[in-house]
């Protein structure tokens, strides 16, 4: 039992490298806060990060984001294999970003890291440009003038509030 004990704890170790505490930017609300507000750090809307990801209330707007990252591509003239290349070297950095470690494999991890940065990029540029993000290339409904406020609130509200630019 032992041995098996070690092997486990090695693997462990060796699946979470350690970060540096200094590049912690994005913790997790804590439970004893979350309890006094909930509906001031849960999104209702869109998820941004891990903590909510594919969190059944925010599905319709999850569906958007791979149209917005088209709709990246397409604007900024990057091919996909690219940019993949270009997120997996970002991901280790990525996940210390995190106070705690983040239960998601590689692909998924770097998968969300894509599909909400280039959310993100589109609402940014809505907001900038009073124009709708991700629609110049598919047809898809004006959900960002329809929602854009309870997405705001969401980004800047949610457990990881804004963070994401930071990181």
């Excluded at 940019?83 to 995190?98: F, T, V």
């Amino acid at each position: 039992m032992s041995l098996a004990l070690e092997k486990s704890i090695r693997k462990l170790l060796h699946q979470q490298a350690p970060c540096d505490k200094a590049k912690w930017i994005i913790y997790r609300v804590p439970k004893q806060l979350l309890y006094m507000n909930y509906k001031a750090y849960i999104p209702e809307v869109i998820t941004i990060g891990p903590f909510h990801h594919y969190k059944k209330d925010s599905m319709a707007t999850q569906a958007l984001k791979p149209l917005c990252f088209n709709a990246y591509l397409h604007r900024t003239n990057l091919k996909v294999e690219g940019i993949l290349a270009m997120a997996k070297s970002w991901e280790k950095e990525a996940r210390c970003c995190y106070a705690q470690p983040i239960n998601k494999n590689s692909y998924d991890f770097v998968k969300m890291m894509l599909l909400d940065g280039c959310f993100i990029v589109e609402l940014l540029i809505k907001i900038n440009t009073k124009s709708q993000p991700c629609d110049d290339q598919t047809n898809i409904p004006n959900i960002f003038d329809k929602s854009f406020n309870a997405m705001w609130y969401d980004m800047y509200h949610a457990g990881e509030p804004t963070s994401f630019l930071r990181c």
